[in-house]
């Protein structure tokens, strides 16, 4: 069974969402047979690459929010999170354009590193002090490699702005097709959908029933045609 789930390392409940997913994955009796692909979305994809503001400012502008109204989302978060055993830093965090982010996942996904990084850039985003922002490739380039990647092929993806780049475009395609128009945004082997950073039993209850509802393979026959299988091949009869 397959699970897509489309997000934006810029978006908290992804990161909240992502951990109550697991939790729940952790305990599906068919969990090791579950293939999980995480999909492109971003949250404000008109953003210039150097425009970073202050997230509070963000959320000011964006919701009509004043600071404090803005800071208490904050430390509402910061509890949600903490709650599922992440780290949550409630000030002084800053917003910017994912894109570059998001093409560096592709290349993860053909490395199979993609949930390492994601998780890695989200507990940069969300729990350290340094910006995944305002320090340029090379601070990417450093969280390619401790999620496995190579620094040099890593550092060459971010230069060529083309790389990969018609595959973030076509994820986000697809969600507008899918009718996401946020995120977290979880598809269970292109049957049920579940929208939002959900509890771990909702993501347990879909699991059940995307499992369950799977249709057997449907096999149409014809006894006249050859085949090979573990013993050889069928010899044409005469």
Partial sequence: MRVEIWSDIACPWCYVGKARFEKALEAFPHRDQVEVIHRSFELDPGRAKDDVQPVLAMLGKKYGMSQAQAQAGEENLGAQAAAEGLA???RDRDHGNTFDMHRLLHFAKEQGRQDELIQILYRANFAEERSV????????????VEAGLDAEAARAVLADRAAYADEVRADEREAAEL????????????AYGVSGAQPAEVFAQALTRAWESRSPLKLIEDD???ACGPDGCEVPQR
């Fill in 88 to 90: 949550y830093r409630t």
């Fill in 133 to 144: 922002f305002t320090e340029g490739d090379e601070r990417l380039v450093e969280l390619a």
């Fill in 179 to 190: 009718g996401a128009n946020g995120v977290p945004f979880f598809v269970l082997d292109r």
């Fill in 224 to 226: 006249g045609a050859q």
